[in-house]
């Protein structure tokens, strides 16, 4: 194997990840849905680019981004075919358990940054980081995948497109800002870690919600269960007159 | 009087504007937002409504949702509670969806526009699309019928509305089918077992029904019974749509059907089991018709009315539509060309207005462009500094222009005036070529749409000459205005029309009134001066996947990475130079860099 370049090489946090992602990738029905969620973030990445493309004012940024976004789409597409691939071969449905999501969040995606409102620097630093966080996982992806040469050349060719875009946004930040681009990356790594915060945040609030409400659910409902389940019994199917009064207020929600 | 109308959190949020009992503007949240389907609450909609029209959220009488947030809440309750404890998986996620948001819309209108509480009213969802379908339709009485998959518990209703002599207005609906039982649902579960998405792909179901036998009614008939008061009511054990928001269909559905498509998989129609997906798709279309042909008899024999006019999901059937046209005793037929959820926003908005506030009925507009306009000056800029071959001409020459580059068949993004609301092109923002052969169906397929070969394409034709190509039916004119009907193309003309028309040799055509779309229309004759025959191939313009272009720069940037020959928006005229500036310098930089 040709030694790693130096932007192909993992971070550390990644290196020490590398055990989890080989198991989770050792099995095909995972490799299937994680390589259809890598299609889909892909390809929504590729949009939010595109919209990118489509609202900067600087002619040659918005012809990088269109470039950029059609490696996105095309990295989709790749990654859509050799999932339907594995499918075929593995037969394989959608219920797979334990996936590692949290831990191995796959292409960069735009997580919820408004395209729009961005300025071409906050755009250009967080694609940069993006692109960056993104090689630095497809390698160690690449690299535990020995076992599957298909899906690995897959990663190999879009780690080569990953290196251009991680390239193509630094220099042209240096461009746009050349005195502050510095800034704009601290800015968008410090945005990065907020939003990572606010991820884990509101996952960790989702989980603690549906623990609250499966214990109500199981508590509380049973009886207005069964109250439910009688009437719906009285119910006739067919046809239900509307009152004319029914809907003379529009004030009511109810 | 400004009523502001808003739909949204279920798919394809939108907001309209409704000035002294005309509406003024409404867009889809998707064409702004660039997120297609947005269900999101339509912030940017609202904002450029309230822009264009120059009005202020102080200066709204009123603001209309088009359901009733609480009754909708009892829904997903009750049926988790009928569903009890197979729904103990659904429950966390239906409440976390409702009580996070969806039922406090007066406080989130109230709070985003800065409009007084007591200002944010609500109508009933069937009531948003029976006013859709009712209050655009030029007629003064008739039928209505309005049928989804589901809006707070109604899931298809009928009755009537009239316009009186005083300028009155009445909407009056008689009765409905509750869920779970639904149509809509119904039609969504063979989506869904098909291997396509809901609430977006229904379409595809009814594009691939073409090329299947209904081989397999009786087992569609299985699912979905009539009752004795001549309704109808879904057989529960075959679904699971009403107790998990997971899968729609049961095991039992799939033991009845055999193995569901794998989605990832093309349907491959020279197969036994590709042939087998399509009969599923003709044999659920051939139910969905038989149904609506009969709730709709019924519903023409009780009110003795000549007009039907339909809203709701189901109405984008036009296969549907114009056996209901040919079989349901009513002699014209309309559906607005926005009958789904976003066209609630307008119905929401006009019902209140008539309805609520009593103003007097006015005479409507009767096309579908409410959307912004097409700047051709900011294309003629980029497409310029990307060098571009780029041309600004006058109307009439601009015209004989795009005429010449489609009888070279050429393909040409087209976009002028403001945008279509709906979920079709109808000539303001479309992809136009040649429709004379099936290699150029399959170009467009594979090199611009990127989709699924046994989808058919559209074609657009004048009023007055539509007969000499299509067999329109007295009466069908009205539903082809906006692309709802699906037509036979005549015989002698197929071969001449291979890339419009359908395996089964019909067309989902759209009839052009020259008051509608003025350079469209002269755009068709000009071609057909040309060629021949003036009927062209009109689909949306947008890739797979995207909303409909919107603003000039999203036309051109689709225009860019498609193999779409020459762009029009406006007077300008652009066709692609492949050592254009923008280009080699973005080349030299991935050579530089990488």
Known sequence: MDSPRPHERPTAFDRMLTPVHRWIWSDTNRRVQKLLRFGETETDGGRDILRAAEVTSDPLLRRLYLEHAIDEFRHG??????????????????????????????????????????SDQTMLAFLHLS????????????????????????????????????????T????????????????????????????????????????????????????????AKRAAHRESAGWTAVSPTSSDSLNRQY | MNILGISAHYHDSAAALVVDGVPICAVQEERLSRHKGDAAFPLLAIEWCLQNARIEPDDLDAV????????????????ALRAFPQSWRAFPKAMKNLLGEKVWMRGIISSQLGVPGRKVLFTEHHQAHAAAAFLTAPTRRAAIMTADAVGEWATLSVGDGERGSNGTTKIRRFREIRFPHSLGMLYSTFTAYLGFKVNEDEYKVMGLAAY?????????????????????????????????????????????????????????????????????????????????????????????????????????????????????????????????????????????????????????????????????????????????????LRDSALIEQTADDLAANRIVGWMEGALEFGPRALGHRSILTAPRTTEMRDRLNREIKYREPFRPFAPVVPTDVAGRYFDIPRGGTRLARFM?????????????????????????????????????????????????????????????????????????????????????????????????VGSTEAERIREEVA
């Open chain 2, 484 to 580: 709802s009907g699906v037509f036979p193309v005549r015989p002698e003309w197929k071969s001449q029309l291979q890339a419009i028309t359908h395996v089964d040799g019909t067309a989902r055509v759209q009839v052009l009134d020259p008051a509608m779309a003025p350079r469209l229309h002269a755009l068709l004759e000009a071609y057909g001066q040309r060629t021949g025959i003036p009927v062209l191939l009109n689909t949306s313009f947008n890739l797979a996947g995207e909303p409909i272009v919107n603003r000039a720069v999203e036309g051109y940037s689709t225009f860019l990475r498609s193999k779409i020959d020459v762009l029009v928006a406006g007077g300008t005229r652009v066709t692609k130079r492949s050592s254009a």
């Open chain 1, 172 to 227: 042209q930040l240096a461009r746009v800002e050349p005195q502050q681009h510095k800034r704009h990356l601290w800015r968008a790594r410090l945005s990065r870690l907020w939003k990572a915060y606010l991820r884990l945040a509101t996952s960790l609030a989702a989980i603690l919600g549906s623990i609250l409400l499966t214990i109500q659910y199981f508590v509380l409902l049973p009886p207005f269960a069964w109250m």
């Open chain 2, 212 to 392: 299947g036998k209904p081989t397999m009614v009786e087992q569609v008939r299985k699912l979905i019974c009539r009752t004795p008061d001549g309704a109808f009511a879904l057989d529960l054990s075959y679904f699971e749509f009403h107790t998990t928001a997971k899968r729609s269909y049961s095991p039992r559905f799939a033991e009845l059907f055999g193995p569901p498509r794998n989605p990832y998989e093309p349907i491959d129609l020279d197969t036994a089991e590709g042939q087998r997906f399509a009969d599923c798709a003709a044999s659920v279309q051939r139910v969905l018709e038989d149904t609506l042909v009969e709730l709709a008899r019924t519903l023409h024999q009780e009110t003795g009315l000549a007009d039907l006019c339909f809203g709701g999901g189901v109405a984008l059937n036009g296969v549907a539509n114009a056996r209901l046209l040919a079989e349901s005793g009513f002699e014209r037929i309309f559906v607005p060309p926005a009958p789904g959820d976003a066209g609630c926003a307008m119905g929401a908005a006009l019902y209140c207005d008539r309805i609520h506030f009593g103003n007097p009925d006015r005479d409507l507009p009767d096309h579908p462009f409410w959307g912004p306009s097409v700047d051709g000056s900011e294309l003629a800029r980029i497409a310029q500094e990307d060098g571009h071959h780029v041309e600004t």
């Open chain 1, 77 to 118: 597409i790749l990654f859509r075919h050799r999932a339907a691939e594995l499918l075929r071969v593995s037969r394989s449905h959608s219920n797979i358990g334990f996936q590692g999501d949290w831990l191995a969040p796959g292409g960069h995606g735009l997580d919820d940054l408004q395209v729009d409102g961005e």
């Open chain 2, 64 to 79: 209309v949702f088009y359901e009733r947030p609480m009754l909708k809440f009892d829904r997903v309750l009750t049926c």
């Open chain 1, 131 to 170: 692109e960056k966080a993104a090689a630095s996982r497809f390698c160690i992806y690449r690299d535990v995948m020995q076992h599957d040469p298909p899906t690995r050349a897959i990663f190999e060719e879009i780690l080569h497109d990953e290196t251009f875009h991680m390239n193509y946004t630094l």
